[in-house]
């Protein structure tokens, strides 16, 4: 018998990611997206038919009841958020709305709706932010360092005490830094891969940058959405870190990607002041070794083979305008 699946956040990069892997797996997907007049659907052009869209907004507690009724799902994963680390300090108090209370009102919805339904709540290496350890675990206190950080910490604990309380289904899975060609400009990765792609093609002239010595632990979107989906397969709820275990500092990623398409990065890139965050977080490196042993999860996507990948889907989108 077919599942049930609804997708907060189903036309991000996760979600169209998810959204593909439970298509192939049999399930009836449902995906909960907010009325706008011209909706981005880019992201999921290509299945866009095969989803059942519901309109609602996480801030809208009536409207994700609405929408647990109406998809009764076996399974709930709460991708949606204001997930962006730079825009959070220009609009924290959204940030807090969406990203924290957000998850509030999906998790009460699914508490009063259909409380047998089991919760995948997106959490982020983001909360680990000044960190005590390294490399970090589940067991790694949080110290975030930024008004998304703080709200996802919230958002975390949030799902802890509902599994704990109602005796819910309910993961978190923290995730470490993960990219694709789907990646929105503003994120770094493909603020580089699409620079890359332009500058090649004559349409741009230099990449201003901020602190290149910054270090993450970057993987693939798409190896990182079978660790939501396995997480709500397990006889019991639990929490994970998703991650690959390596560090590469900006540098690596604008060197990789610069070299690939056959440029010398030191021609093009300019350090801004303006790009450097008001708090840096330190050396994020997760350490997943929970998820392997217990998911059987494991990495198809290595980091260079993913900074190409993104810079040939980048080449290729300018090619065909």
């Not at 909706?39 to 866009?48: R, S």
């Not at 620079?195 to 798409?222: H, P, T, Y």
């Not at 030191?266 to 350490?287: H, N, T």
């Not at 990495?299 to 989108?317: I, P, T």
Request: proline share 4%; aromatic share 10%; charged share 25%.
């Amino acid at each position: 018998m077919s599942k049930n699946a609804l997708v907060t956040g189903i036309t991000g990069q996760d979600g169209s990611y998810l959204a593909e892997l439970l298509l192939e797996k049999g399930y009836k997907v449902y995906g909960l997206r907010r009325r706008t007049s011209t909706p981005i659907m880019d992201n999921i052009e290509h299945i866009k038919n095969e989803i059942e869209f519901i309109e609602g907004d996480l801030l809208d507690q009536g409207s994700l009841i609405n929408a647990v009724r109406k998809s009764s799902p076996d399974e709930v994963y709460n991708l949606a958020a204001q997930s962006f680390v730079a825009t959070s300090w220009e609009q924290p108090v959204l940030t807090g709305q969406a990203t924290a209370i957000g998850v509030t009102n999906m998790l009460d919805a699914v508490r009063l709706t259909k409380p047998e339904a089991r919760f995948y709540q997106a959490s982020s290496s983001e909360m680990f932010g000044k960190v005590v350890e390294t490399p970090q675990k589940e067991t790694t206190p949080f110290y975030p360092r930024s008004p998304y950080g703080v709200a996802k910490v919230y958002g975390h604990w949030i799902t802890v005490n509902y599994r704990e309380s109602y005796d819910m289904y309910a993961c978190s899975g923290i995730l470490f830094n993960h990219e694709s060609p789907r990646r929105g400009v503003e994120f770094v990765t493909r603020k580089v891969t699409d620079a890359v792609a332009r500058i090649k093609m004559g349409l741009q002239s230099e990449l201003r940058m901020g602190n290149l010595d910054a270090k993450r632990d970057w993987g693939f979107a798409g190896d990182y959405v079978k660790a939501m989906w396995l997480m709500l397969q397990q006889d019991s709820p639990d929490d994970y870190v998703i991650s690959t275990g390596e560090t590469h500092t900006v540098h690596e990623l604008v060197e990789i990607a610069f070299g690939y398409a056959g440029l010398n990065w030191r021609d093009y890139v300019v350090i801004d002041p303006k790009f450097v965050r008001p708090a840096e977080v330190d050396l994020l490196l997760g350490d997943s070794t929970k998820a392997q042993e217990k998911l059987g999860w494991k990495l198809e996507v290595g980091f260079e083979e993913l900074v190409k990948m993104m810079v040939d889907s980048d080449l290729k989108k300018l090619n065909q305008k």
